[in-house]
């Protein structure tokens, strides 16, 4: 990944290939950002004027290059777009510097190393910065013929051309012995280091990420952080009763696997469990999903890789908080031996469902994960789940809903998603349509009333939250998996989405703000 530095070095004297300076949008056109007065001194105080000369406007993520003055050792100059000038006095807030950082790192793929000369104020903004650039310049290249290449002066590049990520970004204005600086820095690479992490999971194939592949990474990252992970295969899961996992993996030469990550910490006052939906591919089983909406069902485990990813940053973070972290994983497929439409499960807390549709099948592994996690009574569970159409269609490919049977805590879910720049949106849960869940033969089925589908999605998995438990479920299925051009930091493919919810949620509830 992206290496990261705080410097105090002058712009001009940093030996890069490339120094960012932000602009903001003007009423009468592009505005220099603070950060950048030597680089525009150097232009005479003209930086401005010619950027507009060359078309920028500070639009948030428009990227402009053009030679660097005289006498900088950095031959070029890149110009990013924060957006709107904040309002008087006001600083530009985190999302904007992050989303800026993120442009400019992934403009830069194939070059050695960047100076970043945006506005930074303070720890806080040198966190944003750094995230951004470090989430910015991901790539996932695992299945190409990518190299470095010597005679390229240490540039990546593959036949095609393609370039390898940035390599290094400097922050310049950045304080290197500064405690707050140095801690804000080193969060953003242990965050960002492991949503990319949660990234790759989610871009890799599924021949070669099934349940028990997925597993094997989650041991043996626990192994190298410190955490207790317990695996159960399909043996243990039968043993013990798990009908909704062994019911969608069923139909899949893959068996199905139940992951259970254990980050504790001796100061700890409060426990959180996170649990993750876990599809490594979803072809719908029996109902089988029509063509044109099986290319991307790789991502259909996003949930789970958020929680893996959550899980590991606490650790690496040294968080005093307990975290569980519970991986619902499984594959769900089509054969002889495939749950039917019709079938009948009983699920780990005893209940029974009546499946009226296979691909409805994320909220039957999440269920049983569900039981399992109130059974430790913990302060609060959180699912994560790439689990409805309909809340695509409600809200899009850029937010997440969330539910929970707690008002006051979806209130801080979502504050605390929008703090750290993931939008999301609060959703209700409407008591008359758990009604139509209603079976003449289980205690309820897998489907209800069409419309409002994300909602009934979220009342089907409360019946599995254990009695008095607050708990939270977040539908990530817009924003998990991003098919369009990149932006900011986010790139196509997995979004890594969730991640950085839940670590500030498990550090806000470590120092207390969370009750």
């Known amino acids: 990944m992206t290496a990261l530095t705080l410097s105090t070095a002058a712009a001009s004297g940093l030996r890069a290939d490339a120094i960012v300076v932000g602009v903001a949008k003007g009423a009468k056109g592009p505005l ?94 040198a966190g944003a910065i750094a995230e951004g650039a470090l989430l910015g310049a991901y790539s996932f290249d695992a299945y190409k013929d990518v190299a470095g290449d010597k005679a390229a002066k240490g540039k990546a590049k593959d036949a095609k051309g393609a370039k390898g990520p940035l390599a290094e970004a400097t922050l310049l204005g950045g304080k290197p012995r500064d405690k707050a600086y140095k801690a804000a820095v080193e969060r953003a690479v242990a965050v960002s280091e492991e949503l990319n992490r949660a990234r790759d999971l989610i871009n890799t194939p599924p021949n070669d990420l099934d349940p028990e592949a997925f597993a094997a990474v989650a041991t043996a990252a626990g192994k190298e952080h410190g955490i207790k992970v317990q695996v159960l295969d399909e043996k243990a899961l039968a043993k013990g009763g798990y009908g909704g996992i062994l019911g969608v993996g069923a139909g899949s030469a893959a068996p199905p696997r139940l992951v259970k990550l254990s980050y504790t910490s001796s100061k700890a006052k409060k426990h959180l469990a996170f649990v993750g939906k876990g599809i490594t591919y979803d072809s719908g089983g029996i109902s089988l999903k029509p063509a044109g909406h099986n290319e991307t069902m790789k991502c259909d485990m996003s949930g789970a890789a958020a929680v893996f990813a959550a899980v590991v940053a606490a650790a690496r973070l040294g968080l005093e908080v307990n975290v569980t972290g519970w991986l619902a994983l499984a594959e769900n497929m089509p054969s002889g031996s495939a749950t039917r439409p019709g079938d009948v499960l009983r699920m780990y807390s005893g209940k029974t469902v009546e499946v009226l549709n296979t691909d409805a099948e994320g909220r039957l592994v999440l269920a049983d994960a569900l039981t399992k996690a109130s059974e430790e009574q913990p302060d609060a569970i959180v699912d994560v789940a790439t689990l409805t159409g309909a809340m695509v269609l409600a809200l899009g490919d850029r937010t997440f809903g969330i539910m929970a049977n707690d008002d006051a805590f979806r209130a801080s879910i979502h504050e605390v998603a929008e703090e750290v720049g993931e939008p999301s949106w609060p959703m209700p849960m409407p008591e008359h349509l ?24 979220g009342l089907f998995l409360r019946e599995f939250v254990g009695e008095g438990i607050t708990w939270a479920h977040l539908d990530i299925a817009g924003p998990a998996f991003h098919e369009g051009a990149p932006y900011g930091y986010t790139p196509k493919g997995g979004t890594g989405s969730a991640v950085r919810t839940l670590v500030r949620l498990a550090e806000r509830t470590a120092a207390g703000d969370l009750g």
């Open 32 to 125: 220099v950002a603070p950060g950048a007065e030597s680089v525009d001194k150097a232009y005479g105080g003209k930086l401005a004027s010619v950027l507009e000369t060359l078309g920028a406007s500070g639009a948030e993520g428009e990227v402009t290059k053009l030679p660097a003055p005289s006498g900088f050792k950095a031959p070029v100059v890149l110009a990013v777009g924060l957006g709107p000038v904040p309002e008087k006095n006001q600083a530009y807030e985190g999302e904007a510097l992050r989303r800026a950082a993120g442009a400019a790192a992934r403009a830069l793929a194939g070059a050695k190393k960047a100076g970043f000369a945006l506005p930074l104020q303070d720890a806080a903004d």
């Open 434 to 457: 758990r009604k139509g869940m209603d079976s003449p033969t289980a205690d309820i089925a897998n489907m209800g009333e069409r419309m409002g589908g994300g909602l009934v999605a």
